[in-house]
């Protein structure tokens, strides 16, 4: 189960930072990924994280400007966001995928509810 939380309105060139907290794996490694949609627009993926903290990775569109963490401790995965735009703006969701490798959008299949985040120019 993972709940994401964190969204809100702010201006552009702000900073907001969201978290996914995640529970019911029994796994000690699996990566947890960051996915935006936007009204009208398809899904995709922003930044990825292995809980082992091993592999990150980056969309090209957010790279430089956020900042994905994990802690282990607290089952959380934090997306820290910097220097944000409207275009940024779009319900942003975290999901699981039990394969520990970042890179690919695919095989995330436990999925959070959204948060929605809103840049205002």
């Known amino acids: 189960q993972l709940q994401a939380s964190g969204g809100g309105l702010v201006q552009a060139g702000g900073s907001l930072t969201l978290s996914c907290a995640v529970s019911?794996?029994?796994?000690?490694?699996?990566?947890i990924g960051w996915f935006r949609q936007a009204p009208g627009k398809e899904r995709e993926g922003v930044s990825c994280i292995t809980m082992s903290g091993s592999n990150r990775y980056y969309d090209m569109s957010v790279r430089g400007r956020f900042t994905i963490s994990s802690d282990n401790a607290k089952k959380t995965v934090y997306l820290q966001m910097n220097s944000l735009k409207p275009e940024d703006t779009a319900v942003y969701f975290c999901?699981?995928?039990?394969?520990?490798?970042?890179?690919?959008?695919?095989?995330?299949?436990?999925w959070g509810q959204g948060t929605q985040v809103t840049v205002s120019s």
């Open positions: 019911g794996f029994l796994r000690d490694d699996y990566a």
């Open positions: 999901a699981a995928s039990v394969v520990p490798l970042c890179g690919s959008w695919r095989g995330f299949d436990a």
